[in-house]
């Protein structure tokens, strides 16, 4: 018997999961202190200090199990979202949400359809539940191409993904497009609209999702408090959308998937709008400086709706990161989303930024 003989076939199609490369990883391989991380699209500001209070307090409970249900989170969320509690799924950041998507509504031989470049989980879901993943190149603006998507939809159509904005490249599509996209798909199919960067855009076309979710439209919206609310590393997110819809994936979900900790700290994080406030101006100040600097120093880059910016340094990528590596900052390539030219490079602090384009600068002489 060979050891693959123990699993289910379709886990030897994934590939682990590569992150970002950690500040410690290089710290070890360098020996340089003095790192910046840029590479994973966190929000260098932290967490509302509220957040963090309430989170330390939690921890003298933490001898007991969570509320598998959220309670309080969910009903804090419903009030600020302005839906019902039974519209809402808690998980282990977006992340376990797109597996629970893919557990709850894939059978083997089902297709999903979604951008590329763009969050690759979606796929990762479809290859575990034996299922066809149609990758549709972006258009020419760094947009889902939409009806070249749906040209792919078939009767096997189950999810149909839509990154907005998207990563790598913070390209974002307007309501009106995605409404061609609910009104285009067939009943069977659910749409996902990835919002994990949504706080974010100040696009004023931007989408209506939630609005759609009332509608009992067949919609999935997923967002998440690692990006604006920087609780990355305590990992919530959510989805919302029609109870019907909400209660097929309750079915798949684990017992107490979103650790008692994390939940506190997501509760006081919605009742802290200077959080939003305030990283919605540094990401404001990113934006003007590093697109004013890009452009002194003639570098290719798509305006970005979220906290990153996909940019074109016209070498090759690895080699750029490697020695904006040594210089102690971490990006990370586009390589891996099959553009060997690119950058995507998250917005820090004002200093951060600075020492960011200083290091551009110094690699590419
Ligand atoms: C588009 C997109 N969706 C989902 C996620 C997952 O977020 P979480 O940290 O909530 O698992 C990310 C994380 O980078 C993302 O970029």
Redesign the pocket.
């Known amino acids: 018997m060979k050891n693959t003989d123990l699993c289910r076939k379709t886990i030897l199609d994934l590939i682990p999961y590569v992150p970002g490369k950690p500040i410690e990883e290089v710290k070890r391989e360098l020996g340089i202190d003095d790192i910046i991380k840029l590479a ?2 966190e929000n260098p500001l932290g967490p509302s200090p509220k957040a963090l209070a309430a989170m330390k307090d939690a921890l003298d409970n933490i001898a007991l199990y969570p509320e598998g249900s959220c309670h309080d989170l969910r009903n804090e969320l419903a009030k600020f979202l302005g839906v019902g509690t039974d519209n809402l799924i808690f ?1 282990c ?4 949400i ?1 597996h629970f998507l893919g557990i709850a509504f894939l059978e083997d031989g089902d297709e999903i359809i979604q951008g590329y470049p ?2 690759m ?1 979606y796929k990762a879901a479809s290859t575990l539940m034996g299922c066809k993943t149609h990758l549709v190149p972006l258009n020419d603006k760094w947009e889902h191409d939409i009806d070249a998507m749906l040209e792919k939809v078939n009767d096997k159509t189950k999810l149909f993904f839509v ?1 907005n904005p998207n ?1 790598p490249t913070g390209t974002l599509l307007d309501s009106s497009v995605i409404e061609k996209v609910l009104k285009a798909l067939p009943e069977r199919c659910i749409l996902v609209l ?1 919002e ?2 949504f706080e974010f855009a100040d696009d004023p076309g931007y989408t209506k999702s939630i609005e759609w979710v009332k509608e009992d439209k067949n919609v999935f919206v ?1 967002r ?4 604006v609310y920087a609780l ?1 590393g305590i ?3 959510y989805g919302i959308a029609s109870k019907r819809i909400i209660d097929l994936i309750e079915r798949v979900r684990g017992p107490f998937n979103v650790n008692s900790v994390a939940q506190v700290g997501a509760v006081a994080s919605l009742r802290d709008p200077e959080q939003l406030r305030r990283s919605r101006e540094q990401i404001a100040r990113s934006k003007a400086y590093i697109y004013k600097a890009l452009e002194e120093m003639g570098i290719e880059y798509t305006p970005t709706q979220a906290n990153f910016i996909w940019i074109n340094v016209k070498k090759n990528c690895r080699e750029v990161f490697r020695d904006l590596m040594k210089l102690g900052v971490i990006v990370r390539t586009g390589d891996i989303f099959g553009h060997p030219t690119y950058l995507r490079v998250t917005f820090g602090t004002d200093e951060q930024n600075e020492r960011f384009i200083k290091s551009l600068k110094e690699v590419l002489k």
Request: no cysteine; aromatic share 12%.
């Open positions: 994973s699209n998980g950041g977006a992340d376990e797109i763009s969050f989980q990154t990563n990835d994990a960067y997923m998440t408090f690692s990006k990355a990992r919530v997110g």
